[in-house]
């Protein structure tokens, strides 16, 4: 079974700067796509950002021009720079993936606390 394992995370001030990176637990296993996810408390669980195995990416509003995802379709791995943090980006981050074959792939979510 095909698991996806994070790293990253963290406590941070604002302003600062986290990575986040996904990785898919077996190879030669082809996604569609994958990105993040993520969960505030008392609030829904909104997407993030999106790459497809094309390289074309999608972003939430409210981190345009301050995350970046990048993926590596050959090795089932993705990655997110978040630059220039604030407190409203404080939530569980949730790797998810596309498999083409179908369903949906979810990892164990990772803490990400910006203080002011």
């Known amino acids: 079974q095909v698991q996806l394992v994070e790293s990253g995370g963290g406590l941070v001030q604002a302003g600062g700067s986290l990575r986040l990176s996904c990785l898919a637990s077996r190879n030669g296993f082809s996604i569609n796509a994958m990105g993040w996810y993520r969960q505030a408390p008392g609030k829904q669980r909104e997407l993030v950002a999106r790459?497809?195995?094309?390289?074309?990416?999608n972003y939430v509003e409210s981190v345009k021009g301050r995350f970046t995802i990048s993926g590596d379709s050959a090795k089932n791995t993705v990655t997110l720079q978040m630059n220039s943090l604030k407190p409203e980006d404080t939530a569980v981050y949730y790797c998810?993936?596309?498999?083409?074959?179908?369903?949906?792939?979810w990892g164990q979510g990772t803490q990400v606390t910006v203080s002011s």
């Open positions: 790459i497809t195995n094309e390289g074309h990416t």
């Open positions: 998810y993936a596309v498999p083409l074959r179908g369903g949906l792939l």
